[in-house]
């Protein structure tokens, strides 16, 4: 029993390495607008109000309406897991942030025990540590932008939710806790459907991986299965299929179904054209070596990568197939490494478009071959000895084995944490949101507008809803008939603030997303107003961010 609680201090240990990582500076990089994305109608929850409801579906609580989507493919769910941390710590930076690092820890967990249950207790070590330091791991945890820190709570509780119902026959609550797992991966994105995809290869794996005999017990116990699979899906994507039913009952379609057949015929509403497979698969596969290597934090300050994931993880993939034959978890093994093949491809195709976030939801999937290769290499070269001499040797010959990636890992998140302590963070992921935050506080202006994307949502939570801007840019930075009509109503009232990232100039890029700057002026004018600066929030080099205007 000492023993059995003593295996615990593993995970631990990798939770503490994680946590010593992603706690430090906290607030650092900048709070990104994606952050704040999903917190806005929580925080207008909280205060008594009826938070903006997409397209105007929500579902009716009592005197709450409570949204179900952000955005056709992006579901409110991790809104909704944050609303604790708000109650307890306060709108702002803090709970953002602790909340997808509080799931990541669970993912560290669930991480072990998958492992543990598959391929023993030293691949399962190996694992949690990997994972704890991967700096992808931990910098978008600390972030938390769209939704990855909850995808792999979903996807690994699935999974192991559906292994468990399997070793012990078929107890139904493990099943609808797979469905539910899995039907709220879906809801929180629909990205997560590829994930799903890899749980029906695994299943099939599973069901042709024996004789004939198997084969047909297997597929049966898989029949009785499904209805309580289903059954916790549907629990769990409800507000995904009640915000597609209540879409159609209202005339405008099923938003997301709309989507997705959208995506087969036309480019999405990023400008991705799914018809150009091998440019898109291209994409992903440098994504894929991005995210091992988390040389994907520019805004950090300098993209620093660990060089020696990729190369490892390569020879790993060849080791773990060569030895599979000769190890109980062989099979299991060759599924891991499958599942990351085919998601590359298959994740090609998007209702959105293509980033390297995308590849979160496929942790601790490489560092479990690592780990794996690493053990069953060690097993192979270490001398036969007493059985615990012999455990402490394959342990310390595996983990030097990988020791390099390691400590480069380490390294890296080093390197973002010295940079950001000089830097603060660049451009739109700059510190400078909160110097913008502070002074508009400090004047008591609590409804400033923002004519830029990337300026409302971020604004609002660090503030802690004090200041609440109103976005007037259309998605687009033509000047409209709607955006000249709805600045000229704005510009009615004199002591109002105008919120424009900043455009650059001969010697930098500017931070701009749709640059309204010029034409808001021109339209100030019109109306016999002279606009002027009145504030300019700076990166800590002194590079503009964010600059306020007024037309008096």
């Not at 809801?187 to 794996?205: C, N, S, Y």
Request: hydrophobic share 55%; aromatic share 12%.
């Amino acid at each position: 029993m000492a023993r059995s609680r003593l295996v615990w201090l593993i995970p631990l240990v990798a939770i503490g390495l994680f946590l010593s990582i992603a706690l430090r500076q906290l607030w650092l990089p900048g709070f990104y607008y994606d952050e704040g994305f999903d917190l806005v109608p929580m925080m207008a929850l909280l205060r008594g109000e009826t938070p903006e409801l997409l397209r105007g579906i929500g579902l009716q609580l009592g005197g709450l309406h409570l949204p179900l989507m952000k955005m056709d493919y992006l579901g409110s769910l991790t809104g909704y897991v944050t609303l604790p941390f708000l109650a307890v710590f306060g709108p702002g930076v803090v709970a953002a942030r602790l909340q997808p690092i509080t799931f990541s820890c669970v993912t560290i967990v669930l991480a072990f025990i998958l492992a543990r249950r598959w391929f023993g207790l030293r691949v399962a070590a190996l694992t949690a540590l990997l994972l704890a330091v991967n700096p992808s791991f931990i910098w978008f945890s600390r972030q938390g932008i769209t939704v990855t820190s909850t995808m792999t709570v979903f996807s690994l509780g699935s999974l192991l939710a559906l292994d468990v119902a399997r070793a012990r026959g078929k107890p139904r609550g493990a099943l609808i806790v797979a469905g539910l797992l899995a039907g709220l991966g879906l809801w929180a994105k629909f990205v997560f459907l590829w994930w799903l995809a890899l749980l029906g290869m695994i299943g099939l794996i599973w069901l042709v991986a024996r004789g004939r005999s198997a084969l047909m017990d297997r597929l049966r116990w898989a029949c009785r299965a499904l209805p309580w699979i289903a059954l916790g899906f549907v629990l769990g994507a409800g507000p995904l299929i009640a915000y597609n039913l209540i879409g159609l009952s209202q005339g405008v379609g099923a938003p997301t179904i709309n989507l997705l057949l959208g995506s087969l015929t036309g480019p999405t509403q990023y400008g991705l054209n799914n018809s150009a497979f091998l440019e898109n698969l291209s994409k992903r596969l440098a994504d894929f070596e991005v995210f091992l290597n988390g040389s994907y934090f520019w805004y950090n300050g300098v993209p620093y990568g660990n060089v020696y994931t990729l190369p490892w993880l390569l020879a790993a993939a060849v080791l773990v197939c060569a030895l599979a034959a000769r190890q109980p978890g062989g099979r299991k093994i060759l599924a891991v490494l499958a599942c990351i093949l085919v998601y590359l491809p298959i994740s090609s195709f998007t209702v959105s478009g293509l980033w390297a976030t995308h590849i979160f939801v496929l942790l601790p999937l490489p560092q479990l071959i690592m780990a794996a290769a690493a053990v069953w290499l060690a097993e192979a070269v270490v001398p036969r000895l007493a059985l615990a001499w012999r455990n402490a040797a394959v342990l310390g010959l595996a983990f030097a084995l990988l020791a390099l990636p390691f400590a480069r890992d380490l390294w890296v998140s080093e390197q973002h944490h010295a940079t950001l302590a000089r830097t603060g963070g660049s451009g739109r992921f700059s510190d400078a949101i909160y110097t913008l935050a502070d002074w508009l506080k400090a004047r008591g202006a609590a409804r400033p507008v923002a004519l830029d994307w990337g300026i409302q949502a971020n604004l609002e939570v660090v503030s802690g809803g004090a200041v609440r801007p109103t976005e007037a840019h259309f998605f687009s930075g033509d000047a409209s008939d709607a955006f000249k009509a709805e600045v000229r109503g704005l510009l009615a009232d004199p002591d109002r603030l105008y919120v424009v990232l900043w455009s650059g100039d001969a010697t930098a890029r500017g931070f701009a997303v749709f640059d309204h700057r010029a034409q808001f002026e021109a339209l100030a004018r019109e109306v016999g107003r002279t606009p002027r600066e009145v504030f300019v929030a700076s990166e800590r080099g002194g590079l503009p961010v964010y600059v306020v205007l007024q037309a008096r």
